[in-house]
């Protein structure tokens, strides 16, 4: 697993030793990149479900501004924080070893907004639809701002949540990655 693009290109980045983790294949990551392309300079990441953080720092490496890690495991946590030291983001991050859906009804509360967000929940836990939801609850994508959700290819997953439109979706072996794009509510 390695950093693809951007100022920490090439940069290996630390993975689990067992699979409970699941990165993001580097061929997936790579095609899930040049799809969202010009959504990624300047924006405000969130990566829930974080893992080891991949997706997060390569936004942060190809020019993102800020990047929040969500992860409810500690393994993954550590994994992430040593990440983020690796390639020295540690003054662009937050890092939170939290519930998903605790941390988004505490953002929800905060106020905070995001560019850009990548939902990438264990398979087979239901979690993808409640995920969204609470993004829209929250108020936490900005209007226009782009959600990208990885999931198993046999998901099938709604066009529409509440604001969040369906854009499509692209199939990498037994991975999909979903694209929602924020619209301004009514």
Not at 5 to 15: D, F, T
Not at 66 to 88: E, G, P, S, W
Request: net charge positive; hydrophobic share 40%; glycine share 10%.
């Amino acid at each position: 697993m390695r950093v693809i693009s951007g100022e920490a290109k090439g940069r290996r980045l630390k993975a689990p030793a067992d699979n409970r983790i699941r990165p993001t294949a580097d061929k997936t990551k790579e095609a899930l990149f040049d799809i969202i392309g010009g959504e990624v300079h300047g924006a405000r990441v969130l990566d829930l479900f974080a893992g080891t953080g991949n997706l997060g720092i390569e936004a942060l490496s190809r020019g993102a501004r800020r990047a929040l890690f969500v992860d409810v495991a500690k393994k993954a946590v550590t994994i992430i924080r040593a990440n983020v030291d690796l390639v020295k983001y540690g003054d662009r991050c937050e890092v939170w070893q939290e519930d998903a859906f605790s941390a988004l009804s505490r953002l929800g509360r905060m106020g905070r907004r995001f560019d850009l967000v990548f939902c990438d929940p264990p398979y087979g836990h239901q979690f993808v639809e409640r995920s969204l939801r609470f993004l829209v609850l929250g108020h936490l994508v900005e209007n226009n701002g782009l959600v990208a959700v990885e999931h198993h290819r046999k998901d099938k997953l709604p066009q529409r949540v509440e604001t969040l439109l369906m854009l499509g979706e692209r199939f990498f072996g037994e991975t999909a990655v979903t694209f929602y794009r924020q619209k301004a509510e009514p």
